[in-house]
């Protein structure tokens, strides 16, 4: 298992990011925030990657090509701890 924890350039991206998404949610309320706004997060402790095989398919809209599907089970998992 690999771990995003340890990666400065992720942390730092990941705070970029949210520090972008308060300036501009703060701007476009000109300068009123309320406290429930600033609490609400969501939060994942690990990203499960399967692989599925791919198959023809019997999509009857597909408009170029053959329609094409996923198999049922996958043959292959990586869960990443975050």
Do not use: C
């Not at 949610?25 to 429930?36: P, R």
């Amino acid at each position: 298992q690999e771990s995003l924890e340890g990666n400065s350039t992720y942390r730092d991206a990941a705070r970029s990011r949210r520090s972008l998404r308060r300036l501009s949610s703060l701007s476009a309320q000109s300068g009123q925030t309320s406290k429930n706004d600033e609490d609400l997060s969501v939060s994942f402790s690990s990203v499960e990657i399967r692989e599925y095989a791919i198959r023809m398919g019997d999509n009857p809209s597909v408009s170029a090509g053959p329609p094409i599907t996923i198999e049922w089970k996958h043959f292959n998992e990586k869960i990443i701890d975050i």
